[in-house]
C-alpha cells in the first residue's frame, strides 16, 4: 500500500501546473460502473491515496452505477451493494444513467434514499410522491473556490432515457439543450462549472459547443474510451470505458476567480492496485452465494464477439418458446467474451442482466422488417441479432445513418415471405422501443429472458458459438 500511496503522489505532482497565489481543484471521476463490485476495493484504494494528498478532492459519477453484474443487480434491495461501496469511498454526487431506472421508480427512490451522496439531474421532474430525491445541480466549496456541477439525464427518441417505458412512469423528462440554458446564471457565480451527463459523446461534443462557459464535460453513457480528457471549444471532455476499466483525474488550476488551466489523466484500474481491506470485506459479504456459481453448461470454443453471443441467447429464446425468429437489440449483449470452459448462472445474468421477460408476436414479414429497422434506429444505428432468419443490411453511407435496403432470408437460404405470418420473439424492452406499425403487440410472459438462456444451457449442456453472426453489412 505503502508503495501505491508514492506512485500516486508522483502521478499527482506529475499532473499538476503550478500557478502562484492559486488554488488546485481535483476531480476524480468515474462512468458507466455497471456494478463493476470486484473493482470497488481497488477504487477504493485510488480515492483514498488520492485524499491523503488532497483531502478537497471531489469524486464524481456519471450514472449508470448498476446493472451488469448480478450480486449487484439481483440484491434486496436492488442496487443495495453499489449504494454501500460508493458510500464507503465517498462519493460526492452522481447523475441518473438510463440504467439508474432499470428499477423502476420504486426502486429509485430506494436507491437515493440509501445514499450518502446527492444525485444532480436537472432535466427531470419528479413529482414529491415519487420519494426520489434529486436537485439539478450543487455548488462544491474546494479551498475556496466554488465548483458548480450541474446533471443531466439521457433522453432517447421516445422523449425518456433509454429505458422501459413502465420505469419512468410518472417523471417527465425535458432535452439537455433546453434546459441547461436555464441555468447559465449559476455558471456566473461559480469559479469552476462542471456538466456531469449522461447523455453519450457525441451530444456532449455538441453541448461543448453550445455552451462553451462549461471548463469541464465529465461524459458517459456510450462508453467511450479516451485518453485523459479531450478539448472542443475549450471544453474538457473525460469519459471511460465499461465497468471500471479506468478513472479520470482532472486537474483544474484556478487564480483570482477564474480557470487558468486544465487537464486530465487516466488512472488504469488493473490487478496492480491494492485492494483496500474494508471495501474487500464488504466484497466478501456480498458475493456470499453458492448459486450464482453453478455451471449449468460449458464453452467448447472461445467466443469473442457480441454477434456470436447475441446469437446465442436468440436461439435460446426461440428454442424454449417454439418460435419462428427470435431478436435481440444489439445493446442488449452485455459481454463480448467468454473463454472456453464452463457457463455458470452468473456467466449468463451478466451476459443478460435485465430482468427482461419474453414478448411473443405473431407478425408477417414486412411487420417483422419494419420492427428490426425501428430497433435499429432506437438503438443508436445499431442493427438487431437475429435467430431463425439472417439478414443483408444496406447501409446509405459508411456512417450507418440509415437503411437504404434490408433483405431477410429463411434458414434455407430463401428470401423471407413478407406476406407469410411468423411467430416471433423478443423482450418487453425492445417490444415498447420499436415504433413500428404491427397488428400484434405481443403476449407478455412471466419468465425472464435470462432464465430461458439458463434452461436451454442445461438441456444442451455444450455450446460452440465461435465466429457466429445473424447478419452482413454494406454501403
Not at 499538476?16 to 477504487?43: F, W, Y
Not at 475549450?234 to 488550476?253: D, S
Request: proline share 5%; hydrophobic share 40%.
Amino acid at each position: 500500500m505503502k508503495k501505491f500511496f508514492l506512485s500516486i503522489f508522483t502521478f499527482v505532482l506529475f499532473s499538476i501546473v503550478c500557478v502562484a497565489h492559486g488554488e488546485t481543484v481535483r476531480i476524480l471521476s468515474t462512468n458507466d460502473m455497471h456494478a463493476a463490485i470486484d473493482k470497488m476495493p481497488q477504487l477504493a484504494t485510488i480515492v483514498d491515496s488520492l485524499r491523503a494528498i488532497d483531502p478537497s478532492l471531489l469524486v464524481l459519477s456519471a450514472g449508470d452505477n448498476r446493472t451488469g453484474n448480478p450480486y449487484n443487480d439481483l440484491y434486496q434491495p436492488v442496487s443495495y451493494p453499489m449504494i454501500e461501496f460508493m458510500n464507503l469511498i465517498g462519493f460526492d454526487a452522481s447523475a441518473f444513467g438510463n440504467h439508474e431506472y432499470d428499477s423502476k421508480v420504486e426502486g429509485l427512490a430506494k436507491v437515493t434514499a440509501l445514499s450518502n451522496f446527492q444525485y444532480l439531474v436537472a432535466n427531470i421532474t419528479c413529482p414529491p410522491e415519487t420519494g426520489i430525491h434529486v436537485v439539478p445541480y450543487k455548488v462544491f466549496d474546494v479551498k475556496g473556490v466554488k465548483v458548480g456541477v450541474l446533471g443531466i439525464t439521457q433522453v432517447g427518441t421516445l422523449g425518456i432515457p433509454d429505458t422501459h417505458p413502465d420505469n419512468v412512469k410518472g417523471l417527465s423528462f425535458q432535452q439537455p439543450e433546453v434546459v441547461i440554458p436555464q441555468y447559465k446564471w449559476l455558471t456566473e457565480q461559480c469559479d469552476v462549472n462542471v456538466l456531469l451527463t449522461h447523455v453519450g459523446y457525441e451530444v456532449d461534443l455538441e453541448l461543448a459547443k453550445q455552451f462553451p462557459y462549461y471548463d469541464l464535460i465529465v461524459s458517459s453513457h456510450t462508453h467511450t474510451q479516451l485518453e485523459g480528457g479531450e478539448v472542443h471549444n475549450g471544453v474538457l471532455i473525460t469519459q471511460n470505458g465499461y465497468q471500471l476499466p479506468r478513472v479520470t483525474l482532472t486537474t483544474i488550476e484556478v487564480e483570482n476567480g477564474k480557470v487558468v488551466s486544465k487537464s486530465a489523466k487516466n488512472i488504469l484500474i488493473d490487478k496492480t492496485i491494492p485492494r483496500a481491506d474494508a471495501a474487500e470485506a464488504l466484497l466478501k459479504h456480498f458475493k456470499s452465494s453458492p448459486e450464482m456459481e453453478r455451471q449449468i453448461g460449458t464453452f467448447t470454443t472461445d467466443i469473442s464477439t457480441y454477434d456470436a453471443l447475441g446469437v446465442m441467447m436468440c436461439d435460446a429464446w426461440r428454442a424454449e418458446l417454439g418460435c419462428d425468429i427470435a431478436f435481440e437489440n444489439y445493446g442488449g449483449v452485455r459481454y463480448d467474451v467468454f473463454h472456453a470452459g464452463p457457463i455458470t448462472v452468473k456467466d449468463i445474468l451478466n451476459l443478460d442482466p435485465f430482468m427482461n421477460t419474453a414478448v411473443v408476436m405473431t407478425l408477417t414479414g414486412k411487420e417483422l422488417s419494419d420492427m428490426l429497422v425501428a430497433c435499429f434506429k432506437a438503438d443508436r444505428n445499431r442493427f438487431p441479432i437475429t435467430s431463425g432468419c439472417t439478414a443483408i443490411v444496406t447501409y446509405s453511407d459508411p456512417n450507418k445513418t440509415d437503411i437504404k435496403k434490408l433483405e431477410l432470408f429463411a434458414p434455407d437460404g430463401k428470401k423471407l415471405d413478407m406476406k407469410k405470418k411468423y411467430r416471433v420473439m423478443t423482450n418487453n424492452y425492445v417490444a415498447s422501443i420499436c415504433d413500428s406499425p404491427r397488428q400484434d403487440q405481443g403476449e407478455r410472459g412471466d419468465e425472464t429472458t435470462s432464465d430461458l438462456i439458463i434452461r436451454w444451457l442445461e438441456k444442451v449442456k455444450s455450446v460452440d458459438y465461435q465466429g457466429r453472426t445473424s447478419f452482413t453489412e454494406k454501403w
